[in-house]
């Protein structure tokens, strides 16, 4: 029998480790939150207060009007039924303009082994950018 991998226990500084091998950039942002920026979407990479959860949340950067938001709420349903990540919502701040929120969860209570981390890690970046292609070639298809 084969000895189990090592489990680890996620920071902030095992994600840039991550990123750094993945050849992705990253940046901070005024809080010190770890993220990636494109003229897109922001995604950080946020731990849960009790150290047991780590979440990607991806903050898109097209705004919506209150006009758009049936249309943009079945694109999203359509997401979220077809796909496992990042579930996504419609955020309505009290100015009216919506925007999309992606979020990607996993538990890390009991530690995760590196190789499942970095994988986690890769796929929800990609399937954030993904999900961005999809609802602006989505919502295209719709006005044409």
Not at 38 to 65: C, K, N, P
């Amino acid at each position: 029998m084969s000895p189990s991998p090592a489990v680890v226990q996620p920071d902030q500084e095992l994600i840039i480790e991550i990123l750094n091998e993945l050849d992705i950039e990253f940046t901070f942002d005024s809080d010190g939150d770890l993220a990636i920026s494109t003229d897109a979407l922001t995604v950080f990479f946020l731990f849960g207060a009790e150290g047991d959860l780590f979440t990607i949340r991806t903050f898109y950067d097209r705004h919506y009007s209150i006009d758009e938001k049936p249309l943009l709420l079945t694109a999203l349903n359509e997401w979220n039924t077809d796909t496992m990540w990042p579930k996504v919502y419609a955020f309505t701040p009290d100015n009216g303009i919506i925007r999309v929120i992606g979020d990607a969860q996993l538990y890390i209570g009991a530690g995760v082994t590196r190789e499942h981390l970095t994988t986690i890690v890769a796929h929800w970046v990609r399937f954030a950018i993904k999900f961005h292609r999809w609802l602006s070639d989505r919502l295209s298809f719709e006005v044409d």
